[in-house]
């Protein structure tokens, strides 16, 4: 398991915010939910394109071309029409720093 | 809701590397004639002007260039020191001559006297442009990649750094192979090298290029072009090997023009790379052009290898026949996108097109998306693509048959690919790529 390594700053993603982060040579999008922070892999499990942009609601982040939903605190899909999950990261935070490590 | 999104930077950003500044003291170390130079600073400035242009997404939707960081390459100014390499080809036939190019500056240009004597050219692009340019100048980036086909063919057009030039004459015919490497060997090192290959009316010619890195760990990038001009009644095959280790970076926009009744037999093989997306382009000029294009594509662990292949029949009674195969393994990633377009005038066409991907793994993914676009109304165009797993029975009637289920595997994937190996016309190309194949299963070393 590699260590944990910052990725970016509290004060950089306002609540409610997110940011696409390049992690472990992966796109990672990096999300505030109220005072929570979550990292998933920026990639839909269906389509294979980014989630970048992609409606949250709650804690699913929703693909934005065909509606697939992943739960970011684990990955799992919720909706049609992905079936396979996504990869999540382990998030801490200290101080201001935002750092996350593979799971 | 609120959607605040901090979008990444863009894709290929002027940051440390290839700003105009840098681009500036490239132009200044190279100390190059100035039409050269002048196509140079246009090609730079398409580049910038590229930049700023999102790339097509029919090409690029589906290769993440997300990670990818190219102000972490640079173009080395001196020649680095002598690196040792494990080629896979050059040990393994008799070769009329050879070429190789070390963090892009030529280290070795070699060839036959005999064939010198009858007008063939062999050696680096860097040098003969100087020195031939009357010869080459016409063809350099006008016909096959045009610098102003994307942001990458505009970016190589302006750092390029030479390459291997092959030039045959009229009715010459050269039969022993030729052998061309491109290699990487310092961390950080980029690779801008251009394959220029011309074969006048009537003359033949085998070209065999590979790609590979003197270490296993040392990221590089490599954007580099193919151009292959293959005059009326010429006969070309030309293969690239892809072997890089797995940190490299390879963008390629490689293309061919087969003229009447010409043949151009094309073989590119996909084995290292961290990512590599190759824009593949045949396009038959005249009546009677035939172009035959075998792909074999080996992924694993992470990587994500894509071809975007394009058949272009603009004459009459031309054929292309394009088969791909992967195998892909652990979380790699293989995209296909072909495409056969025929234009108008191009009656009696006779194109075919097919990918066939085997799946070893739970985790890979295989994109496969053929396409006709045809324009004229008596023509023969087909294509096809699959995508599955290795069928339990097939393995469990190994296993009957005493092999252990490892190797069973890997029996069923040499199986796989012998269907294009066959294809193979050069026994020295077949030996190599089954080698390869091999020694990345893990069995022969």
């Given at each position: 398991m590699s260590d944990f390594q910052k990725v970016a700053t509290l004060d950089e993603i306002s609540a409610g915010g997110r940011k696409s982060v390049v992690f472990d040579d992966r796109a990672v999008l990096v999300l505030r939910i109220g005072n929570d922070v979550y990292a998933v892999e920026d990639v839909c499990s269906h389509d294979g394109q980014p989630l970048t942009e992609g409606p949250v609601v709650g804690t699913a982040i929703e693909c934005p071309r065909h509606g697939a939903r992943f739960d970011v605190r684990n990955g799992r899909p919720l909706c049609m029409p992905a079936v396979e999950p996504i990869a999540t990261y382990e998030v801490k935070i200290e101080g201001n720093d935002i750092l996350l490590r593979g799971r | 809701m609120s959607t605040s999104a901090t979008i990444a930077t863009p894709i290929v950003s002027r940051a440390a590397g290839f700003s105009r500044a840098d681009f500036e003291s490239f132009l200044k170390s190279r100390r190059e004639p100035n039409w050269l130079v002048a196509r140079r600073q246009a090609a730079f400035d398409t580049y910038e002007q590229k930049l700023s242009e999102p790339l097509s997404p029919e090409e690029y939707k589906r290769v993440d260039l997300r990670a990818f960081q190219p102000a972490r390459f640079a173009v080395g100014a001196a020649a680095p020191a002598p690196a040792q390499f494990e080629t896979l080809l050059e040990k393994r036939a008799e070769f009329g001559g050879a070429v190789s190019h070390l963090d892009g500056h030529c280290v070795v240009a070699r060839l036959d006297e005999k064939l010198a004597g009858r007008g063939v050219l062999f050696g680096s692009l860097a040098e003969l442009l100087q020195t031939k340019r009357d010869l080459l100048e016409p063809h350099l980036m006008s016909r096959a990649?045009?610098?102003?086909?994307?942001?990458?063919?505009?970016?190589?057009?302006?750092?390029?750094?030479?390459?291997?030039?092959?030039?045959?004459?009229?009715?010459?015919?050269?039969?022993?192979?030729?052998?061309?490497?491109?290699?990487?060997?310092?961390?950080?090192?980029?690779?801008?090298?251009?394959?220029?290959?011309?074969?006048?009316?009537?003359?033949?010619?085998?070209?065999?290029?590979?790609?590979?890195?003197?270490?296993?760990?040392?990221?590089?990038?490599?954007?580099?072009?193919?151009?292959?001009?293959?005059?009326?009644?010429?006969?070309?095959?030309?293969?690239?090997?892809?072997?890089?280790?797995?940190?490299?970076?390879?963008?390629?926009?490689q293309a061919g023009r087969v003229a009447r009744d010409a043949s151009l037999q094309w073989t590119v093989g996909g084995i290292g790379a961290r990512l590599a997306h190759i824009h593949q382009e045949v396009t038959l000029d005249g009546p009677g052009a035939s172009g035959e294009v075998n792909g074999v594509t080996f992924a694993t662990n992470r990587q994500l290898l894509s071809y975007y292949t394009q058949q272009t029949h603009k004459a009459p009674s031309t054929r292309s026949d394009l088969l791909y195969k992967?195998?892909?393994?652990?979380?790699?990633?293989?995209?296909?996108?072909?495409?056969?377009?025929?234009?108008?005038?191009?009656?009696?066409?006779?194109?075919?097109?097919?990918?066939?991907?085997l799946l070893l793994s739970a985790d890979c993914r295989a994109d496969a998306i053929p396409g006709l676009e045809i324009e004229a109304d008596d023509v023969r165009c087909t294509h096809g693509a699959t995508a599955g797993r290795v069928d339990a029975e097939q393995i469990f009637y190994c296993m009957c048959r005493g092999l252990s289920r490892y190797e069973a595997m890997h029996m069923i994937v040499e199986g796989f690919f012998h269907g294009v190996y066959d294809r193979i016309a050069v026994e020295a190309v077949r030996e190599t790529l089954s080698h390869a194949v091999k020694r990345k299963l893990g069995i022969d070393r």
């Open positions: - | 990649v045009r610098a102003d086909a994307d942001r990458f063919a505009a970016w190589h057009a302006a750092f390029c750094t030479g390459g291997t030039v092959l030039y045959v004459p009229k009715n010459v015919a050269v039969e022993a192979p030729l052998y061309s490497l491109i290699g990487l060997s310092a961390a950080g090192a980029a690779d801008f090298s251009h394959t220029l290959v011309i074969l006048e009316d009537g003359a033949s010619a085998t070209l065999l290029e590979e790609t590979g890195s003197a270490t296993p760990a040392n990221a590089g990038l490599h954007v580099g072009a193919v151009e292959l001009l293959v005059g009326a009644g010429a006969n070309l095959r030309y293969v690239q090997l892809q072997n890089w280790n797995q940190q490299v970076w390879h963008l390629g926009h992967d195998v892909l393994r652990d979380e790699a990633r293989v995209v296909w996108r072909g495409m056969i377009r025929v234009d108008p005038d191009a009656q009696k066409t006779d194109g075919y097109q097919r990918n066939d991907s």
